[in-house]
Antibody, heavy 128, light 112 residues
Framework: QVQLVQSGAEVKKPGASVKVSCKASGNTFINYYIHWVRQAPGQGLEWMGRINPSGGSTTYAQKFQGRVTMTGGTSTSTFYMELTSLISEDTAVYYC?????????????????????WGQGTLVTVSP | QSVLTQPPSVSGAPGQRVTISCTGSSSNIGAGYDVHWYQHLPGTAPKLLIYSDTNRPSGVPDRFSGSKSGTSASLAITGLQAEDEADYYCQSYDSSLSGQGVFGGGTKLTVL
């Protein structure tokens, strides 16, 4: 059974950066993608982007382009999401999640484009 | 504002049936992208409930079912139980956003 285990909670000041990790274990891992999703207090889920561990190609949500970097690969099965220039609105629980495929502007590829499993979540608090 | 629209809340008594709608557009649900549903309890990771419009992962009770038509999808829960009280999210992808993932705003289910 695949498991995703994330790093612990972080407290950061405005303007700082945060780097959250997500380690995959279990029956890894062919043709999979790691996505990052966040949930701010009282808000819904928000997709941030994805990384293809095989090769490291990334796709980021327009909202986060220029501020987010997703890294990691199959050699360590550990993935990272770094968010820079933090503001109070970045206070949220950040999740990693796996799919076994990805979607483009025309269609989806691979065997699954649903998020399963998910990491346990990492609370990032941005406060002066 | 979320790309997919869900009612903020729904409620029902134990044993009743409730439905949660998820309304999209021609660039996401209407474009043929699958719709997936997640159950989210506070302090836990979201749990996959329905995948590819209508399919239940193993372990999910058959009280949960999904459907899709045109630019909308729905999640139905029959035989409501107290443990079903949670937030529910629909999710798909959007061609106008280059295939980026999109979620509904979430629906809080209250079991009366």
């Amino acid at each position: 059974q695949v498991q995703l285990v994330q790093s612990g909670a972080e407290v950061k000041k405005p303007g700082a950066s945060v780097k959250v990790s997500c380690k995959a274990s279990g029956n890894t891992f062919i043709n999979y993608y790691i996505h990052w999703v966040r949930q701010a207090p009282g808000q819904g889920l928000e997709w941030m982007g994805r990384i293809n561990p095989s090769g490291g190609s990334t796709t980021y949500a327009q909202k986060f382009q220029g501020r987010v970097t997703m890294t990691g690969g199959t050699s360590t099965s550990t993935f990272y999401m770094e968010l820079t220039s933090l503001i109070s609105e970045d206070t949220a629980v950040y999740y990693c999640a796996r799919t076994r495929g990805y979607c483009s502007s025309t269609r989806c590829f691979g065997t699954s484009n649903w998020f399963d499993p998910w990491g346990q979540g990492t609370l990032v608090t941005v406060s002066p | 504002q979320s790309v997919l629209t869900q009612p903020p809340s729904v409620s029902g008594a134990p044993g009743q049936r409730v439905t949660i709608s998820c309304t999209g557009s021609s660039s996401n649900i209407g474009a043929g992208y699958d719709v997936h549903w997640y159950q989210h309890l506070p302090g836990t990771a979201p749990k996959l409930l329905i995948y590819s419009d209508t399919n239940r992962p193993s372990g999910v009770p058959d009280r949960f079912s999904g459907s899709k038509s045109g630019t909308s999808a729905s999640l139905a829960i029959t035989g409501l139980q107290a443990e079903d009280e949670a937030d529910y999210y629909c999710q798909s992808y959007d061609s106008s956003l280059s295939g980026q993932g999109v979620f509904g705003g979430g629906t809080k289910l209250t079991v009366l």
